[in-house]
């Protein structure tokens, strides 16, 4: 299936575990796709698949790659040594904030690659570089993001299925469909109707602090990713001892919640920008290509795009493609417009600005249909 195509880069090394689960084969009188899905498009979108695969995109570009992790270690060395030479006073504390967050996203961004296994030709080599960089230079567990992140991308938008949307309703209202069904009952966990208010005092600047923080080390203890912690332990070993030797405590307790805050903020904002404005429903069944297309969306390509947002700005390639190193999503994109145009699925593609402007417009429509169906009698 292409999910699974989709999922696993090392196809002969899944195969030994499949061989003890095939029952048979179908009958030459039953159908190989399920009525939910677009047959035409299952067979395009393959076609697809095996011309991307014949032109080279799932080969990563290491230099690419190192140059990306390069400059992540210049930046957090950087941080600490701007308060090291110019002491800790107000400017180079600030300065030092935002330095130490600009790497803390940047490594976020190529651990979300490392997960993807698309850095290195081998498996083993993406899940130990990630590691590195998930534990040691994040301090989060690297297969408790790998748990979340999959869910997510197998089922985007699907309530009950991706943990992305797991917000809705305790702390927001997502989605038409959901707004209404929750008014209707009569629910009210939060004033839906003021979410595009709180929206910005919540989830951006809280996500990683709070929830996060908490929850990544309640995975890793409650599965035994003891790997995981050890490796995490290093990244909070580092960052006490460095920082703790030119800050107070206090003054090293701010500094540690202050760029946790603007990192969640920064990831929050372009996280959401590709899937919260997108329809939000239960699981449909559809085909890969109609399940992703209808979940996702772009943000237009510059330098500074693809940077600032980790490539993440060809959100819809990198859902088709998720194992395609970030380096060729431009080079698919023509490809996926055109597969969109012949079947009449619409591809959105957005100004960076009017993508985070469209996650509060979506936030404020589904408080007001939530609020106009609670109210009606």
Known sequence: QDAFVAFHADKVLVSKYLKPLQIGELAPDQPSIEPTKNEKLVKDFRELRATVERMGLLEPNQLFFFLLLAHILLLDTAAWLILFYFGTSLTPFIFSLLV?????????????????????????????????????????????????????????????????IDMHPFLFTLGKKFSVELGIQKKKYMPYNHQHKYFFITLPPLLFPTYFHCHTFYIAYTKKYWMDLAWMLTFYIRFFYTYGSLLEIKSLLAYYFIFRMLESSWFVWVSQMNHIPMDIDYDKNLDWMSTQLQATCNVKQSLFNDWFTGHLNFQIEHHLFPSMPRHNYWKVAPLVKSLCAKHGIEYQCKPLLTAFADIVHSLKDSGELWLDAYLHK
Do not use: E
């Open 100 to 164: 130490l967050t600009i790497s803390q996203v940047q490594a976020s961004w190529l651990q979300h690659d490392l997960g993807h296994l698309s850095v290195f030709r081998k498996t083993k080599w993406n899940h130990l570089l990630h590691k590195f960089v998930m534990c040691h230079l994040i301090g989060a567990s690297a297969k408790w993001w790998t748990l979340l992140h999959s869910q997510h991308h197998a089922k985007p938008n699907c309530f009950h299925k991706d943990p992305d």
